[in-house]
């Protein structure tokens, strides 16, 4: 592989052909099937690479074991590992461009889209190297002739296992804790979209490797979810997974983790309902409605895919809201004006026209797109029109289903009872959007939705500094916030005797 060096463009071209996995601070070639990623704009191949197998996580784990336990790591204050955090961002910031534009070859994204995620990871290796610094252990209440401590340590060796959606940013919300807790970590990105994760790899090796820390603190495992991400899991040396995926995928990691009891954390995903009250204010309503289903092409866990409309303004606003998402520029990432991008494969692209011939054949009524768009422009990408569907029951599978793509589902609500009972009615509890002039409505039905996140007045925004994660089938754990490095640490308690005398038992 040809790699522009030194710093500032660590990153690769886009047209880059990666042949190499990095395995405890070792580029090489993996043993295990080859790894395919497809431009999905226009279906040419990116890069085949042999991806890891099972002896590849196996020898990852056993050398990120050993480099864990390196004193070089673990004895290394805190304040000296913020700084390798703050160098990690920095390198991403200088190399932002081509990593932006390697993600949109990669995932098919926006570049508007994937500038601003490449540039929350590196926001999150510096709050994350933030709370680092300021994190403190507890000295707790003694009860009796003792001093007691409450402390953290690292796990050891982390799993990290990332979907295709957005990988930079899930990359680097597993990996910038991880660290920060001080273990090492393996990475394994999803199938379709593996470059941006083998990128950061050299950007973390780099700073590694500059630091004079042991560079076997970051693997980056390509490969079949069921082959290496299933090593991951299983690998004695590995004390912890941390999985963003499909729910069914996770509620399979977590059996496996129970087998050794081993902690998880999950974001799942989810079908969240985004609601439009009676006094909702129509500008804001319509934009963050669109934006919260059709940004990312609805590739998104937090996608806001059923919208309830009060009854008394259902006609007039899912009217307008229609004739909006007909306007929507449908186009390459590549182009500035683009909206909607295409899908990240053309598979995907087959499983959600899929979910829309179900909701049809379930009797739905496609009120705008159900189609790929037609024209040259189009033909060899994975598009799909933004799509609205309404008159269906909520127990359909095309309002119960996560679809995970450009496909929102329309359903009136007639009082407050009715749309909670209505909203609540999946078994995902990822996030909710809500419009209201009213701070009362806002409050009563912020508190009565199950959802970890609740955006009133606004939609998909996000801060390192605000826990996210999900409820019901939508995932355990929280990331982010003050206590996300927490995640990555197991709790210890000291007792330190202070008596002049020996316990009572001393002399018998
Ligand atoms: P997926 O579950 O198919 O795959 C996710 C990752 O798990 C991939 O790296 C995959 O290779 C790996 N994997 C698959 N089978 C595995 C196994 N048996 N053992 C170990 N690893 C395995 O999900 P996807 O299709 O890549 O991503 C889309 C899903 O991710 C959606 O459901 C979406 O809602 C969810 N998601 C959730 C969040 C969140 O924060 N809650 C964020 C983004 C995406």
Request: hydrophobic residues 40%.
């Amino acid at each position: 592989m040809t790699v522009e060096e030194p710093a500032g463009h660590l990153v690769p071209a886009p047209d880059y052909t990666p042949d190499e996995v990095l395995v405890a601070g070792e580029w090489r070639r993996g043993n295990g099937a080859p790894v395919e990623t497809v431009d999905p704009a226009t279906g040419r191949t990116l890069a085949v690479l042999a991806g890891a197998d099972a002896a590849d996580v196996g020898e990852a784990a056993r050398r990120a074991a050993v480099a864990a336990a390196d004193p070089a790591w673990r004895e290394l204050p805190a304040h000296r590992r913020a700084r390798l955090l703050h160098r990690i961002a920095e390198l991403i910031e200088d190399g932002a461009d081509r990593l932006c534009a390697l993600q949109t070859a990669d995932t098919g994204k926006c570049r508007a889209e994937t500038l601003a995620l490449v540039h929350s990871a590196a926001g999150t290796f510096r709050y994350t190297a933030a709370v680092l610094e300021t994190a403190e252990d507890a000295v707790t209440p003694a009860r009796g002739d003792y001093v007691t401590l409450s402390v953290h340590e690292p796990i050891g060796v982390i799993g990290a296992i990332t979907p295709w959606n957005s990988p930079i940013a899930s990359d680097a919300q597993k990996v910038a804790p991880a660290l920060a807790a001080g273990n090492a970590v393996l990475l394994k990105p999803a199938e379709w979209t593996p470059l941006v994760a083998l990128a950061l790899g050299r950007i973390v090796h780099h700073a590694l490797t500059e630091a004079g820390l042991p560079a076997g603190l970051l693997s980056v495992l390509p490969g079949p979810g069921r082959v290496t991400g299933d090593a991951i899991v299983r690998h004695p040396a590995v004390g912890k997974v941390t999985f963003t995926g499909g729910t069914r995928t996770g509620r399979g990691i977590a059996r496996l983790a129970a087998d050794k009891v081993m902690p998880v954390s999950l974001e799942l995903g989810g079908k969240s309902p985004t609601i439009v009250c009676e006094d909702a204010d129509t500008e804001q309503a319509l934009a963050g409605v669109l934006f919260g289903i059709f940004s990312s092409s609805g590739q998104s866990c937090i996608a806001g895919s059923r919208l309830f409309v009060a009854r008394s303004r259902y006609d007039a606003f899912v009217g307008e809201l229609v004739d909006r998402a007909r306007k929507l520029r449908v186009g390459p990432g590549t182009d500035p004006d683009t909206q909607v991008a295409p899908l990240v494969h053309h598979a995907h692209r087959d499983h959600v026209a899929g979910y829309v011939d179900l909701a049809r054949s379930e009797g739905a009524r496609v009120r705008c797109g159900g189609a790929p768009p037609e024209g040259e422009r189009y033909r060899d990408g994975a598009y799909y029109l933004p799509t609205v569907l309404d008159g269906l029951p909520h127990s359909a599978r095309a309002c119960q289903e996560e679809i995970f793509g450009p496909v929102l589902v329309a359903l009136p609500f007639d009082d407050e009872d009715d749309l909670v009972a209505q909203a609540n009615d999946t078994v995902y509890g990822l996030a909710c959007g809500l419009w209201t002039r009213s701070a009362a409505t806002a409050w009563r039905l912020a508190r009565r939705i199950d959802a970890g996140t609740v955006w009133i007045n606004t939609y998909k925004q996000f801060s390192s500094s605000t826990p996210f994660g999900g409820m019901k089938d939508s995932g355990l754990g929280r990331e982010k916030g003050r206590d996300g490095i927490r995640a990555y640490q197991r709790q210890k308690s000291l007792y330190w005797g202070t008596a002049a005398t020996p316990l009572p038992w001393a002399g018998s």
